[in-house]
């Protein structure tokens, strides 16, 4: 039975709600007077004790802007611009500068009379951590100074003698790395960094962001995430600070990584993922990684099997010897592996000790890497056979390599489906025991340009090698090759179906060879030589420009064959020979066919060009007969029709085969346009996008000569040309026969005309003849039916000097009247109809000339016609 204690009134319960409700308001109020009212309360007076108190705990000057009480959403102080001072060893940068930055407080450590701060948060700081040339970082300092503080763990519920160490937490933070006064390119973004102690002698970290170059402007979303966990130990000294990382990066593209490493994207694909652990003392570590890359390739091509990465090395870190000792690399390849052992010591002046052993390695592995660093090599190989051998590497006075290695048996084959190469047993070697490269070529000894490079201690040599290309004679294959740079040496005959194989991933001798056919010997001396590492290039050339490699040398081809894209027919090579160097490709003493039509000459490209356009060809050919309609027939096709320059044009304007952008001059012997023949002409002309300029055309025709320039743009909806044609001294006589008249004439003519028009058609061609024409017809003579006409009494018109101008328009020529000079006015239609009159007569009478040319109508001009 429950009830009130003897002699104790009983409370109501309603007075408990009472009590109850006004507690509660009241302490709501204290809350809001206390988050309006504290951050009003002036604590800028303990500015200086607060700063000098946080300089004391982390051994740095401190200085802070203002300082503010809060209470929500913790209690403690707010803190804007905080700067902490570098030590002057390192710099005179600040360590760390924030602009916002909270100190939360423990509340029940204001009840036992101590201030304990339980959290410090900063709001986007920067952090400059920095290494002297001794090789010691500023934040060592910091750990040191934070190991003599006891503190309990961050975590413990209840306070003890030591204060608990905060929960530091980073957001937003910059990291920048300098060494010295030097600021590198490197540096973290995005950074969240949160450090707390685990248990009294163990500080836990956890840090993740997003590794960028100031120095460039890259997109943060393509540079994947590092993240480091783990933990430091207390000790007295840094070196001794016993560590237990994790470290990781994460969704890494490799063109991003190599902008990072090399300032510019090296042309690499694929996703990396790089690990790394570490354990031990700060100066004795131990240090495990893992590298993988998956599908590593170049931009411009996907090769025919993936290339995947996946190495891990060990190795132990001194620190004061600053120095790899025990390096242990392993990458297994296929049914073998490579592995690189060794120790590496001062790394300002490495001197290293390392052995990489080669075991049954896939040969598809040296070629997929050459792939990977050389742009001038694409996936259009591949090979089959096994590496093995080793190779030392020693620095000592002078840096050597030891070793040797054989490739066999390889077997080279190609994508476009041409017969697999066997290659004999590759060997390569170090200098000791290497026979020098020889030159080899039996046919224009002349031209072997190749420098032969005396090998260094530091380079491997691949001795020379016999392969037999279907030719008379193999061809000898021989290199040198350093950590650097390489260099391949080609001598020798070769059929050109074989050859191919080889230059067509070569950048630099690619274009001597891609167009030609399978038929024909070629004959060659030639070296490729080049950085493994090129520098990248803006400039987008499709050659050397993105290559870095340099080509020396010549290749000599017979009775070989080629098809160009922007030519019907294939073009047969009688002879011919391509010389590389002084940064362009020479084709000189051509002997060529394209359709039946004999041309020799020369021409030379480029191989880099200063601007984003291609570069031009320059040629000087020389053709002794040719004929319009072999001409029409070379250029458009056996069988097609139509006008020559509709086809022409059309073929110009393809989007899939345009001409290529060149210039040069045009002698031909004799140029049969139908029944005019044009001797020893000699044309400047040049092609660019859609425009032809004729700059000059010189020929003898008719008994006399003629000069032309003009241009032909066809970038819009029909061509558009513009001619100037002049001619001195063409005989009448052979103009009259030319377009079969029977009416006698004689004399010479100098003369000349400005046309525009613009069609395809003959029709369009005379609807939209525009301009003007002059001639000037010295001793000449014209009769016209020899004598009576319409009961005309005419004879013969003999004159001194007829000087005539007109225009050309609406179909027809039309003569103007001047003086005496010029004694015929009226009009002379493209379909040869005459409107003629002729001023004076036999007897001074005036004529009027009607009819056509080839049959003419002559009368007396009776009283009121119009003159």
């Known amino acids: 039975m429950s009830g009130s204690a003897p002699g104790v009134a009983p409370v109501p319960a309603h007075r408990h709600e009472k009590l109850l409700r006004w507690f509660s308001l009241a302490l709501i109020v204290t809350v809001i007077a206390a988050a309006f009212l504290l951050p009003l309360i002036n604590i800028n007076r303990y500015h200086r004790t607060i700063s000098e108190t946080l300089a004391r705990s982390i051994g740095h000057p401190v200085h802070l802007g203002s300082v503010k009480l809060q209470l929500l959403p913790r209690p403690g102080l707010a803190i804007s611009d905080l700067v902490v001072e570098e030590n002057s060893d390192f710099g005179a940068e600040p360590l760390l500068r924030s602009p916002s930055v909270v100190v939360s407080v423990r509340l029940t450590s204001l009840w036992r009379g101590r201030l304990e701060v339980s959290r410090i948060d900063l709001d986007e700081a920067s952090v400059n951590l920095v290494r002297d040339p001794k090789g010691q970082w500023n934040f060592g300092s910091l750990l040191e100074q934070a190991s003599r503080i006891p503190n309990a763990p961050t975590a413990q519920r209840h306070s003890g003698g030591n204060p608990r160490f905060p929960y530091i937490q980073f957001k937003s933070a910059r990291i920048n790395f300098k060494s010295g006064n030097e600021k590198k390119g490197f540096a973290f973004l995005n950074s969240d960094l949160s450090i707390w102690l685990d248990n009294p002698h163990q500080w836990r970290l956890r840090f993740e962001a997003q590794p960028a170059r100031t120095d460039l402007d890259i997109d943060l979303e393509d540079t994947g995430s590092m993240r480091l ?11 001794q600070m016993p560590v237990k990382l994790h470290a990781e990066w994460l969704r890494a593209p490799l063109g991003q990584v190599s902008r990072m490493l090399f300032a510019d994207d090296m042309g690499w694909r694929g996703d990396l993922r790089a690990e790394a652990d570490i354990a031990g003392e700060v100066g004795d570590m131990q240090v495990t990684t893992r590298l993988r890359v998956a599908d590593a390739h170049r931009q411009e091509f996907s090769p025919l099997s993936p290339l995947n990465i996946d190495a891990q090395c060990r190795a132990e870190y001194r620190h004061n010897e600053q120095s790899l000792e025990n390096l242990t690399c392993l990458w297994p390849v296929g049914d073998g592996h490579l592995l690189l052992t060794g120790n590496v010591r001062n790394f300002s002046a490495p001197q290293s000790q390392l052995t990489l052993e080669i075991n049954r390695t896939p040969a598809s592995l040296a070629l997929d890497l050459m792939a990977l660093l050389r742009p001038s090599l ?14 030392t590497y020693a620095t ?3 840096p050597a390599w030891k070793g040797d290695a054989t490739v066999e048996p390889l077997n080279l084959t190609f994508s476009d489906g041409g017969a697999p190469l066997m290659l004999p047993a590759l060997h390569f070697m170090t200098p000791s025991t290497a026979t020098p490269p020889m030159s080899h070529g039996k046919k224009h000894s002349q031209r072997n340009v190749r420098a032969v490079n005396v090998p260094t ?7 020379p090698a016999a392969v037999d290309l279907g030719a008379p004679s193999p061809l000898q294959v021989s290199g040198d090759f350093t950590p650097a740079r390489f260099s391949l040496h080609l001598a020798g005959s070769a059929a050109v179906g074989r050859l191919k194989g080889l230059t067509t991933s070569l950048a630099s001798l ?4 891609e167009q030609l056919g399978t038929q024909g010997l070629a004959d060659m001396d030639a070296t490729v030589a080049g950085p493994w590492l090129a520098e990248p290039s803006s400039v987008d050339d499709g050659l050397n420009a993105a290559t870095g490699s340099s080509t020396q040398g010549w290749i000599h081809l017979q009775n070989a064959v080629a098809k160009v894209d922007w030519l019907p027919e294939q073009v047969t090579i009688t002879s011919a020979t391509a010389s590389f160097g002084g940064g362009k490709i020479s084709w000189s003493n051509a002997n ?3 359709n039946g039509v004999a041309i020799r000459g020369s021409a030379d490209t480029a191989t880099r060009c200063e601007s984003t356009e291609p570069c031009a060809t320059h040629f000087n050919i020389d053709i002794p007969q040719l004929d319009a309609a072999a001409l029409q027939s070379a250029l458009l096709g056996a069988g097609q029709h139509g006008e020559l320059l509709e086809r022409i044009l059309a073929e110009v304007e393809r989007k899939t085969a345009p001409w290529p952008t060149m210039d040069g001059q045009v002698h031909i012997g004799a ?3 139908g029944d005019l023949i044009l001797h020893n002409t000699l044309a400047s002309i040049s092609v660019k996008d859609h425009r032809l300029d004729i700059t000059s055309l010189d020929a003898a025709a008719l008994g006399g000569s003629a000069h032309a320039t003009g241009t032909v743009e066809a970038s819009g909806s029909q061509p558009q040309y513009s001619l100037a044609i002049t001619w001195s001294g063409v005989d009448v006589g052979q103009v009259a026969a030319l377009f079969d008249e029977k009416w006698p004439a004689s004399g010479r003519m100098d003369g000349g005309t400005d046309l525009t028009l613009q069609g395809y058609s003959s029709s369009d061609l005379a609807s939209s003849a525009q301009g003007k024409f002059h001639w000037r017809w010295n001793a000449g003579s014209l009769a016209v039916n020899g004598g009576e006409v319409a009961n005309v009494a005419f004879a013969p018109s003999r004159f001194t000097q007829w000087n005539a101008t007109g225009a050309v328009a609406d179909r027809a020529l039309t003569l103007n009247k001047v003086g005496t000079t010029n004694p015929v006015s009226g009009k002379i239609s493209f379909d040869r109809k005459l409107d003629l009159t002729w001023a004076a007569g036999r007897a001074g009478t005036p004529l009027h000339v009607g009819g056509t040319l080839a049959h003419p109508a002559v009368e007396n001009v009776t009283a009121g016609v119009t003159q």
Do not use: H, M, Y
């Not at 694409?378 to 190779?391: D, L, P, Q, V, Y």
């Not at 201690?457 to 001795?463: G, K, M, R």
């Open 378 to 391: 694409s996936s259009s190989w591949g090979a089959k056979g096994t590496i093995n051998g080793s190779f």
């Open 229 to 239: 966990e783990g933990s430091i130990d207390r000790a007295p000294t840094l070196e």
């Open 457 to 463: 201690q530091s380079t491997i040599v691949l001795e």
């Open 396 to 398: 000592a006075a002078v």
């Open 510 to 513: 690619r274009p001597s060879t």
């Open 671 to 673: 140029f049969a346009l």
């Open 592 to 594: 060529v066919l394209v």
